[in-house]
């Protein structure tokens, strides 16, 4: 939904005249499409590692906290996430990329209203 809002957003940005108040809408859906593209690829990411993990292709946390870090996906901390902090990690990025595409919802209806009136 999020990358569709925004698509949405910049397309009718640049060709449907439009009043200042539908335009500010549609460039803020247009500038959230930024944050919820980089969640969704965290969110991506994060799937793909749990899927790993549960097939037994990851050793470990500690080889995986390794392979992060040697990607520079992860700081140096010294010690290694427990299972349930990187639930509770995804979760939060689940709820904050939610809230992004539910604000981008927010301003396209906006800009529809805005525009219909």
Known sequence: MGQSAAAVACL???????????SIALAVAV??????RWYAV????????????????????T?????????RLRKSTGKTRTLQSRIDGTHGLVRRHTGLVI?????LLTAWISHSS
């Open 42 to 61: 965290r969110m991506r990411l994060d799937a793909e590692l749990f899927r790993a993990m549960s097939r037994g292709d990851i050793a470990s946390l």
């Open 31 to 36: 500038l959230l499409g930024v944050p919820e």
């Open 12 to 22: 009718l940005w640049l060709w449907v005249p439009t009043s200042t108040a539908t």
């Open 63 to 71: 080889a995986l906290d390794g392979a992060l870090l040697a990607l």
């Open 103 to 107: 604000a981008q919802a927010g301003c």
